[in-house]
């Protein structure tokens, strides 16, 4: 089982849209969780950390699950300038390194 | 402002030959770290580095190596011995303070052996 999976879409929505999903990791010992945009040929930016309460960034909102092992990103009104791979980020273990999810495709479409 | 820093933005290399990408950084991280791209997959780690002078074998160190002579800079060589070396190189850093630091990363290099 990969450390960190997410949907890869693409997940196509018309302007103004919510759109939502989510990425399931499998160390249960994971404490810290981030999401990442990425746009086409560019370099992952943060998007947000994601808290244990949830927390929300304008339009988008993030909730970790820690249950059943996955966090979420809800995106409200959608905008054109949202389409990008969203990627998912998990501390795996209890040194230093981040696992990355292949990423979500999202299209925003007029 | 600060940041990290790749270049070049892209390299073409021949088959056989060894390539050596650059990544400075002015934000006065102590944790530095090599990851490579490929289409459809998520990054996977190279290498990575904790201290100056210290670094660490990620997933997929084959055919890499690495240096952190200085807190600044921490270059990533590609050897002869890399199988697949075409691919997105992305340098990152952050504070290195324990758990729970997101990555700031660089523009990448685009790496492509013929």
């Known amino acids: 089982r990969k450390e960190v999976e997410q949907d890869p879409g693409p997940f196509n929505v018309p302007e103004g849209a919510t759109v939502a999903f989510n990425c399931t990791y499998s160390n249960s010992a994971s404490q810290s969780f981030f999401w990442y945009r990425q746009d086409c040929r560019k370099e992952p930016k943060l998007l947000m950390s994601v808290y244990s309460s949830g927390n929300e960034d304008g339009r988008f909102t993030a909730q970790l699950n820690r249950a059943s092992q996955y966090i979420s990103l809800l995106i409200r009104d959608s905008k054109l300038s949202d389409s990008a791979t969203y990627l998912c980020?998990?501390?795996?273990?209890?040194?230093?390194?981040?696992?990355f999810g292949a990423g979500t495709t999202v299209t925003v479409r007029a | 402002d600060g940041g990290i820093t790749q270049s070049p933005k892209y390299l073409f290399r021949k088959e056989g030959q060894n390539v050596t990408l650059s990544c400075e950084q002015n934000l006065n991280h102590d944790a530095m770290y090599w990851y490579r791209q490929d289409p459809g997959q998520g990054l996977r780690l190279i290498y990575y580095?904790?201290?100056?002078?210290?670094?660490q074998k990620g997933d997929i160190a084959e055919g890499y190596s690495v240096s952190r002579e200085k807190k600044e800079s921490f270059p990533l060589t590609v050897t002869s011995a890399q199988k697949n070396p075409t691919a997105f190189y992305l340098c990152a850093s952050n504070p290195g303070q324990g758990r729970g630091s997101p990555l700031h990363f660089g523009n990448g290099t685009r790496l492509t052996v013929t």
């Open positions: 980020v998990v501390d795996s273990s209890n040194d230093y390194k981040l696992s």
């Open positions: 580095s904790q201290i100056v002078n210290d670094f």
